[in-house]
């Protein structure tokens, strides 16, 4: 498990669900619930929290040991918006409290993330929220955040992968106390996979290449959030504690990182999803 700085922890690999959708996302989750997956990530604009929602009522896992999370769209920025926002996922999921709650981008033209992040201080202080977070902020915007408050992020969610390892994010998380997830943590399309690096790696070791991306990320101190709906590929990911990489290993991966690593456009100082 890794903690997080207020006092509560989430486990050191995820489960993403976009774009799992409907009775097949249900059953993809259950299923990733049934490989040993805890750490559940859901968002409003995934269009899945009812989907999720299910699988969790239908586990046989015990609710105490899922750690749920959904994220705040930019539609939903503001104090009272958020306070909304968030009875509306409260009822999709079927869940009276939320385990991790993030704001999805920080959306900076609106420029209302601050009250967005005051009304999830309030939810957390209320006991609806165990922890609250964000997903794609810059170090700037995380400072604003908990200067404005006093509360820092107990997650950033962040793009993270070898061809863009956020190696000053990461180092600005570490000093303050911030957990990295890291999502498209296989770089979906982009030929991570078959970079030199990784490649030997995994003959080296046994594994296939995306695990050892994944254990990349795990001795990096990063959270990642494989998402697959194969219950195999699922395993595979799962599997990444029997092995672990050289820091030669390690230092290869990272140096795989490139200035236009980004899978697309995604840069929070420009881009903005509603």
């Not at 859901?42 to 929602?53: I, K, L, M, Q």
């Not at 990461?170 to 030929?191: D, I, M, N, Q, Y």
Request: net charge negative.
């Amino acid at each position: 498990m890794r903690a997080l700085n207020d006092g509560t922890s989430i486990p050191e690999i995820g489960f993403g669900t976009y774009p799992l959708r409907g009775e097949e996302g249900t059953q993809a989750v259950l299923s990733a619930i049934g490989v040993g997956y805890r750490l559940l990530d859901s968002a409003v604009n995934y269009g899945n929290e009812d989907a999720v929602g299910r699988a969790v009522a239908l586990s046989d896992v015990p609710r105490e040991e899922l750690i749920v999370t959904t994220k705040i769209p930019g539609r939903d920025h503001g104090y009272d918006e958020t306070l909304a926002s968030f009875d509306r996922s409260s009822a999709a999921l079927g869940l009276d409290v939320i385990d991790l709650y993030l704001i999805h981008w920080p959306n900076p033209s609106v420029g209302k993330y601050v009250d967005t992040w005051r009304a999830m201080v309030r939810l957390k202080e209320e006991g609806r929220v165990r922890s609250i977070g964000v997903s794609n902020f810059t170090a700037e915007f995380l400072t604003q955040v908990a200067d404005a408050t006093g509360v820092m992020p107990a997650v950033n969610q962040v793009e993270l992968h070898p061809f863009f390892p956020q190696e000053e994010l990461r180092a600005f998380h570490a000093e303050h106390g911030v957990v990295t997830e890291s999502w498209s943590p296989l770089g979906k399309a982009a030929p991570v996979r078959e970079a030199r690096p990784v490649a030997a790696a995994a003959e080296a070791h046994g594994v296939s290449p995306a695990q050892v991306v994944l254990r990349w990320h795990h001795q990096i101190g990063a959270v990642p959030i494989p998402k697959s709906g194969d219950p195999e590929r699922q395993r595979e990911n799962f599997d990444i504690g029997s092995f672990s990489l050289s820091d030669d290993e390690v230092a290869a991966i990272t140096a795989l990182g490139r200035p236009d690593g980004r899978l697309f456009g995604g840069d929070p100082m420009t881009h903005e999803e509603m």
